[in-house]
């Protein structure tokens, strides 16, 4: 129902619902749905950057990522974050911080169904799904419903599981054996699901891939931590000095500055140091000793 002064404009709008790319680069066969897309698509092949910013003096090919660029200078952040108001320079750092609440998101509805059991509100709680009933008799009618999805019996602790793979792997919990082992190092794991992430790392198989820089990872937590580097997210904090990490590792690192700790021994005259970096820095001085 939306309406158009000029015919031209119109043609031009209702590309939008047809999805139709009529214009189609020449160099690369990338399609468009407006000239004006293409033609400045096209100033990425001729190297072309007729766009100058006026305080640093640096070119770029299209305006758009001139007007990016200029953020930098003025310092503005015009992408805010419903969730907790943080604010971003770029839609794209704005995306990669939101995947962070859609995970904590996740995690507190986990919290809340499990806090639904020890809640007082209602005693009646099915310790499977969180479900909460006004009687007992209603509760156990429910729980008939779970044992017909998990027929099988842990025998050591009595829990549920859906097939006989699952009661398995989790009798393996009790037993600590591990029944999956690496076929490339001889590393062995519990489950099959940290089985199949460990292989990745021989195969160089990337299944998550980071939506602002195309880069790919073998596992989810990999790219999660990657994606900190574009919002700039620092939630690993010092509690003696308040510094702010990245990563867990970075923050232990950094820890023991302040224990005064000295774990990296030099085998070849014993002086200490609080990080591996230090002493690999060090042993360069031993390698030129040596004639």
Known sequence: GKTFTRESHLKRHFIVHTKEKPHICEVCSKAFAHGSTLKSHLLTHSK???????????????????????????????????????????????????????????RRKRKDRHLRIHSNEKKNVCEDCGKAFRDGSKLRLHLSTHAKEKPYICSVCAKTLRDLTALKEHLCTHTQEKAYACEFCSKAFTH???????????????????????????????????????????????????????????????????????????????????????????????SKEKP
């Open 48 to 106: 072309e950057k007729p766009h100058t910013c006026e305080l640093c003096s640096k070119t770029f090919a299209r305006s758009s990522d001139l007007k990016k660029h200029f953020r930098i200078h003025t310092k503005e952040r015009p992408f805010v974050c419903e969730v907790c108001s943080k604010t971003f320079a770029r839609s794209s750092n704005l995306k990669s911080h939101l995947l962070i609440h859609c995970e904590e998101k996740d």
């Open 192 to 286: 099959r699901s940290s089985w199949k992430a460990h292989l990745r790392v021989h195969t160089k198989e990337k299944l998550y891939s980071c939506n602002v820089c195309i880069k790919a990872f073998s596992d989810s937590s990999i790219l999660k931590r990657h994606l900190r580097t574009h919002t700039g997210e620092k939630p690993y904090v010092c509690e003696v000095c308040r510094k702010a990490f990245t990563q867990s590792g970075s923050l232990k690192s950094h820890l023991i500055i302040h224990s005064k700790e000295k774990p990296y021994i030099c085998e070849v005259c014993s002086k200490a140091f609080s990080r591996s970096s230090n002493l690999k820095s060090h042993l360069i001085i031993h």
